[in-house]
């Protein structure tokens, strides 16, 4: 059963695409799909002119998506895991990096212990500073403002914006209008019968059924 109706996007180094609308209207099940996890039930995604696939080691250099709060190595530290992820993308001033995303997310006071020992909080943020830690060209975030406090949300959104202009593509779902508004140059309204752009300004109208159109999708 498809989990919205048709979408064809496309979106380039240095945009923002934001995915909007109620519960249930699909935009996490469409994330999977465009990132390889799900296959689409018909068309097809593709990634700098190939077909998607997160078996490629190609593929998992140049996105870095956050789908999943507890994809963690259960056995190591934060900080640990951090430079596991540094590492394993190449990154060489890796304590540099990894101390500079700990302090970026506020995990600074953390960095030792496991991530069973963190909050539901502290874990979205771990996650998130792994998917910063290393280089993209393309970041995907499901609610990437989901149990953060309204600081660590500001931070972030204006973290993202300025990734965008340094040519980083993002792609994320939220329910936050602000953050939308912060980060997204375009938001696609996912619905039953149609998908179809809209300001991003009208994100909050979207999940009420009053948004406008601008554009096809």
Do not use: W, Y
Not at 72 to 92: K, N, Q, W, Y
Request: charged share 25%; with cysteine; proline share 6%.
């Amino acid at each position: 059963m498809p989990a919205c109706a048709p979408v064809s996007v496309q979106l380039k180094a240095g945009r923002a695409l934001a995915l909007v609308g109620p519960n249930g209207a699909g935009k996490s099940t469409l994330l999977q799909t465009l990132v390889g996890l799900l296959a689409p039930l018909s068309g097809s995604v593709s990634f700098d002119g190939r077909p998607v696939d997160e078996r490629q080691a190609s593929f998992r250099r140049d996105v870095a998506a956050v789908l999943d709060d507890d994809a963690f190595f259960p056995s190591l530290t934060v900080r640990e895991h951090l430079r596991l992820v540094a590492h394993g993308h190449g990154v060489t001033d890796v304590e540099d990096v990894v101390s500079r995303e700990l302090a970026s997310f506020g995990l600074v006071d953390r960095a030792d212990v496991l991530p069973s020992a963190l909050s539901s909080g502290q874990r979205r943020r771990l996650a998130l500073a792994a998917a910063f830690v290393r280089p993209a060209r393309l970041m995907v975030l499901d609610e990437p403002e989901r149990r953060l406090d309204a600081e660590m949300r500001r931070t972030l959104a204006d973290r993202l914006a300025s990734e965008k202009r340094n040519g980083l593509a993002v792609l994320f779902a939220s329910h936050d209008a602000t953050f939308v508004q912060t980060v997204a140059g375009d938001a696609l309204l996912l619905g039953d019968d149609e998908c179809r752009l809209i300001p991003p300004g009208s994100a909050t109208a979207a999940a009420n059924g009053s948004a406008p159109t601008t554009g096809e999708p």
